[in-house]
């Protein structure tokens, strides 16, 4: 399996403009989480779904943020509008809690610049 | 609201020490992992600990879990300096569906 793979990988953007993160998750996974990491705050869990639902997504800064998985190969997170504040790396994992494990494998990671 | 504490935040080394890096946990949990950062990169998993008394080895790495205690521990021997790095310990709650929270990270320095 190629890992969990997000896009892109770099994204810069203006304030005001809409910006949206994808992630393919490890075939097989149920669990897929989206952090936000900075150095102010460390790694913040944004949201995670388990099967395709949103499970918590009380980690979501606000109404400009939303994610969705429409099915179990693909989620994306969006930002409308975008802030300067919202620069950060963002990463999705996902895991399994098939036999117990619920190791989480990370992506990449998007790193996001808002100017 | 469950909480995961690590210290120190940085360490600086020298090559050949040894030391240990605390994980403290505010409630009941599942499992711990401990996961590594390289700078610019993506979060590698080191060890996954399922069970009170639980000890995993790789290397010069250790880690241990007292579920009791709600402790992790990850224990460095004789470093080296390929060993620098930032280290995460996360908690996971089974019954929120998986939910698996990050302590603050420790920034590593192994200088010779």
């Known amino acids: 399996d190629a890992g969990v793979i997000q896009s892109p990988r770099h994204e810069v953007t203006e304030m005001g403009q809409e910006v949206t993160l994808r992630c393919k998750p490890i075939?097989?996974?149920?669990?897929l989480f989206w952090y936000r990491q900075t150095m102010m705050r460390g790694l913040e869990l944004l949201i995670y779904f388990n099967n395709n639902v949103p499970i918590d997504d009380s980690g979501m800064p606000e109404d400009r943020f939303s994610a969705k998985m429409p099915n179990a190969s693909f989620s994306t997170l969006k930002i409308q509008p975008s802030e300067p504040r919202d620069s950060a790396v963002y990463f999705c994992?996902?895991?399994?809690?098939?036999?117990?494990?619920?190791?989480?494998?990370f992506g990449q990671g998007t790193r996001l610049t808002v100017v | 609201e469950l909480k995961v504490e690590q210290n120190p935040l940085f360490l600086s080394m020298q090559e050949g020490k040894n030391y240990t890096i605390y994980c403290n946990y505010s409630t009941t949990s599942d499992r711990l992992y401990w996961y590594r950062q390289d700078p610019g990169k993506s979060l590698e998993s080191l060890f996954v600990?399922?069970?009170?008394?639980a000890v995993k080895q790789e290397g010069r790495l250790m880690a241990s879990l007292d579920t009791k205690a709600r402790l992790s521990t990850l224990h460095i021997t004789a470093a080296v300096h390929d060993l620098s790095a930032t280290y995460f310990c996360?908690?996971?709650?089974?019954?929120?569906?998986?939910?698996?929270?990050f302590g603050q990270g420790t920034e590593l320095s192994v200088k010779p």
């Open positions: 600990l399922l069970s009170n008394g």
């Open positions: 075939s097989g996974h149920n669990s």
């Open positions: 994992a996902s895991s399994s809690s098939q036999g117990g494990n619920t190791e989480a494998f």
């Open positions: 996360a908690v996971s709650i089974y019954n929120q569906g998986g939910k698996l929270i």
